[in-house]
Nanobody, 122 residues
Framework: QVQLVQSGGGLVQAGGSLRLSCAAS????????MGWFRQAPGREREFATL????????LYADSVKGRFVISIDRAKSTVYLQMNTLLPEDTAVYYC???????????????WGQGTQVTVSS
């Protein structure tokens, strides 16, 4: 079992920045990839970004590429998401997840954080 605890998020104006954190505990040696998915009201959960446990490889959705940066501190078993130049369409609940592959498919991810609301006002 892996437990994920998220922090960060909140309300920000368009163009602003926020940082999310996700701390993993438990069987962290089983983690191959960690990342973030998000779900806006009335929409399906979508991929945002993933990073391999080594920190060498990362994937970004086209919608966040160039604005979001994912990073990992393996010593702390924590993944960070730095979100810059936020847009109103980034408004969503953001979920941290761990999975067995660096593949942007939520169905493959078996452990999830509690979710964090990010609201971007125009």
């Amino acid at each position: 079992q892996v437990q994920l605890v998220q922090s960060g998020g909140g309300l920000v104006q368009a163009g602003g920045s926020l940082r999310l954190s996700c701390a993993a505990s438990g069987r962290t040696f089983d983690i191959y990839a960690m990342g973030w998915f998000r779900q806006a009201p009335g929409r399906e959960r979508e991929f945002a970004t993933l990073i391999g446990w080594s920190g060498e490889d990362a994937l970004y959705a086209d919608s966040v590429k160039g604005r979001f940066v994912i990073s990992i501190d393996r010593a702390k078993s924590t993944v960070y998401l730095q979100m810059n130049t936020l847009l109103p369409e980034d408004t969503a609940v953001y979920y941290c997840a761990t999975g067995p592959a660096l593949v942007p498919d939520a169905r493959l991810f078996n452990y999830w954080g509690q979710g964090t609301q990010v609201t971007v006002s125009s």
